[in-house]
């Protein structure tokens, strides 16, 4: 197994737990980060028609999702004149900003990178968990001048799980800054004891949409992030190849666009289970494997090969 270049500190935990984020800088070998880098680079050249499985209206997917959200701003855009597009800068989106999500599922070189190397380590240190699972992941690519943000969200409504220690890793593996894609964290909100209504991931403001079943009941609208920053304390983690940001699951995040006009913004998401989080079937969940899982509520996520035991 793949061991952390150090261990993480009592300082690094206790933060964890206080904010609900954490960077923890220089932890990560730089030989896993080439790694990584080299799996993305293959995931993000995957020919176009492959990765048109879109399984997130249906549930159904066994290869996950893609979605480049220069495209999907462009076509909200045509569809809704008027509608809050989450874009920074002064320019028209050029270039991609692609999401994929659950690409470990296909991509061997990525899931080895997630079960063998050091992340499950440092989640099993930082939650004071005796076990950890992993969930799946999501990686990221910003092109110089994409520009659309992440708007602000919580993960907890999009993941089939249940429980307090879901733990989920921001690796990149290019310098960020605020300009090329920084990821920003509303300290504390992991405390508030709430679940929100999922992003549409396009627009500022507007939630999921509610189609294959998926269903927003009883969750709470996110608060007004930026109108109020005295209410709501955010904070931005400029990140270099070898620092890793977690953060809860419950915790809102999201991140600037990508207005530089060289630098590239490549990063993966792995998101592990602690040992209190069981399965749980979540109906504002988008997962586009969520109907593919046979897993009943309140299972260990482990009792699916789909999430395999990664620590011990």
């Known amino acids: ?21 954490v960077i923890l800088r220089g932890i990560y070998p730089l030989e896993w980060v ?30 996950g999702d893609r979605t480049d959200m220069v ?5 909200v855009r045509g569809d809704q004149p008027g509608a809050d597009i989450a874009v920074d800068g002064n320019h028209p989106p050029a270039g991609r900003s692609l ?6 599922h296909w991509h061997g070189g990525l899931r080895r990178h997630h079960v063998d190397g050091p992340l499950p380590g440092i989640v099993a240190s930082l939650t004071r ?19 659309v943000r992440t708007p602000w969200h919580q993960d907890k409504p999009y993941f089939l799980m249940q429980g307090e220690k879901a733990a989920v890793c921001w690796v990149p593996v290019d310098a960020v800054t605020v300009e090329n894609g920084a990821m920003g964290y509303v300290l504390g909100s992991h405390r508030w004891g709430q679940t929100f209504q999922p992003s549409d991931f396009v627009t500022r403001t507007n939630t999921f949409p509610e189609v294959g079943g998926i269903s927003l009941d009883g969750l709470d609208p996110l608060p007004p992030i930026d109108a109020e920053p005295e209410r709501y304390p955010v904070r931005y983690f400029d990140a270099a190849p ?11 995040h999201g991140s600037t666009g990508n207005t530089h006009a060289t630098a590239m913004r490549r990063a993966a998401s ?35 090969p789909r999430f395999p035991r990664v620590w011990p």
């Open 99 to 104: 999401v994929e999500t659950d690409a470990a």
């Open 71 to 75: 495209e999907a701003a462009a076509r």
């Open 242 to 252: 070898g620092d890793v940001i977690v953060h809860n699951w419950a915790t809102i």
């Open 34 to 63: 080439d790694q990584l880098r080299t799996a993305l680079d293959e995931v993000f050249a995957r020919d176009r028609a492959e990765g048109e499985v879109q399984g997130t209206p249906t549930g159904a997917s066994h290869t």
């Open 270 to 304: 792995v998101r592990y289970a602690g040992d209190d989080i069981t399965f749980f079937r979540r109906a504002s969940s988008p997962e586009p494997f969520r109907n593919t899982v046979s897993l009943r509520d309140g299972e260990p996520l482990a009792n699916d």
């Open 1 to 21: 197994r793949g061991m952390a270049a150090r261990p993480v500190t009592d300082e690094e935990r206790d933060a964890y737990e206080r904010d609900g984020v």
């Open 129 to 147: 968990s005796d076990e950890v699972t992993l969930y799946s992941d999501q990686v990221f690519l910003k092109e110089p001048g994409s520009a």
